[in-house]
């Protein structure tokens, strides 16, 4: 109790004593400030504008370096995942940005090259789980085509299109392309990317919607396509069971999102084809393959009213898809080419680690990576990945990470001396070396440990980065042994 109040009155002290303080300190600097303007005033205008315009120089002089050590730079938002659309200015601005950086932009390129090929032609894709009857559909609507149809899943391995007029007579263009979720990824990409290049798809089933046929539709909904859903094979259901099964595929969509009209859900049979065994005058029997005859008006007329409803925003609503889809292939790109970059960087960050170790006279020195290359090594990686830390957060990464390589030294030297005993014919591993391999595996695992953080979060987190330094090292130390010991091994030779 008697201390509690020693410490009230304690603290009343020091509060009266800061109170005393500030209060002189005000009236010191208020009166040497009145001071300096009185004979300021009284003096040659020059000298009051010098004066004032040095003032001003040192107040931005000291704002410019708290921004620069303080403030974290906020990195710009990957315009890839903004959800407004993005427009052809955005889009060619990009590649464009992308491609002076040395990214490969071929594949985002030949997207709008296809798109703008496409401009006055619409597209109608027939999507779906294998065999469930795309190509079948196809020969009903176009019978005089050659459209390949088969019992055995897969049997459409390409993208094709066939011509056919709706009810204005205007050509359109119907896609075949492979099902999906059948044994070959690159066949359900290969649907998936011609799926976004159509105005319309016709989404076929045949039965209840499964799990991937919920997600496909789930993601066509994300690219705002325009939808029919066809439940196709309806010769094999009763009236009433197609009465139900459309219900639950409505339903389905609208649980997911998606408002979906209850006319552009529809029941058809596009026939395929059947064998039938017929018993002849004389009592024996033969196999006959015979076309089931197709019943799809249904869908004629769906899809005449959905081309007559949406008119104008089908071309729109396919520009923005594409445009999204040619998002992504940057994206891949630029993913891509960082990782090559990064590892050029790494690599000569590495290289200059090595030399200079060698360089050193005395080669028991502490590995120390708070110094000039440690510091490039890591504002270039940053550049690299569009994070802009501040030089606060590079020193405290970088001496977080040096905090933890006095542990991880006697490994990194351990792993240096083995990896050099594998290379025949140099003799005796002479210190200087074996110090100069773990110096340079200590970068390298620096490095990347530092583009894992930086890919995973976009922007330099000192703590988060160390820690993924400390847990990662014995692994990339292992990992990089053999690379690093010839390199020094070559470096040592020139
Ligand atoms: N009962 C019935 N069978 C059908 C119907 N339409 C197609 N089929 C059969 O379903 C099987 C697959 O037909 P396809 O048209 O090749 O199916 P697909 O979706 O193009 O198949 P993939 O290209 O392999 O993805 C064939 O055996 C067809 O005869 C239909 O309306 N009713
Ligand atoms: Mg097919």
Known sequence: MKLDRFIRVAIAVVILLVFIVATGALLFISEAALNVWDRLKAGPPVLLYAYVGIMVLLAVTAVW??????????????????SEPLSQADIEARLHEAEAAGVDVSDAQAELK?????????????????????????KALVPEANVVVDVVGGSTDDVRHYRWRDDSGAEILLTDVPGTGGHEDRLTHLAVEEATRANVVLYVCDSDLTRPEVASIRSLLEFDKPLVIVLNKADRYSAEEQATL?????????????????DHVVAVSAGGEIDVIERGNDGGETSMRRTRPADIGVLVVAINRLLTEEGASLDLRRERAVFRMAAARLAEAEGEYRLQRSEQVIRSSTRKAIIGAMAAISPGTDILIQGYIG?????????????????LDIEEFLSLS????????PLSLAVAGNGLKAFPGIGTVAGGLVHAVAYGLIFDALGRSLVLTLSRHGELLPDVAA????EGISEHLEAGVRRIAKMALAEKAD
């Open 467 to 470: 820690r993924e330094f400390e």
């Open 375 to 391: 510091t490039a090594m890591t504002q270039q990686l940053c550049k690299l990945y569009g994070a802009a830390p501040r030089d």
């Open 114 to 138: 296809e798109l703008a090929a496409r401009k006055d032609t619409v597209h109608l894709c027939f999507f779906g789980e294998v065999s469930s009857g795309k190509s079948s559909l196809i």
């Open 246 to 262: 459309m219900q639950t595929l409505l339903e389905r969509v609208d649980d997911i999102g998606g408002q979906l009209n209850r």
């Open 65 to 82: 370096l708290i921004w620069r050590l303080v403030i974290r730079r906020k990195i710009a938002p990957q315009k890839g995942f903004r």
């Open 402 to 409: 040096q905090s933890r390589v006095g542990r991880a030294l």
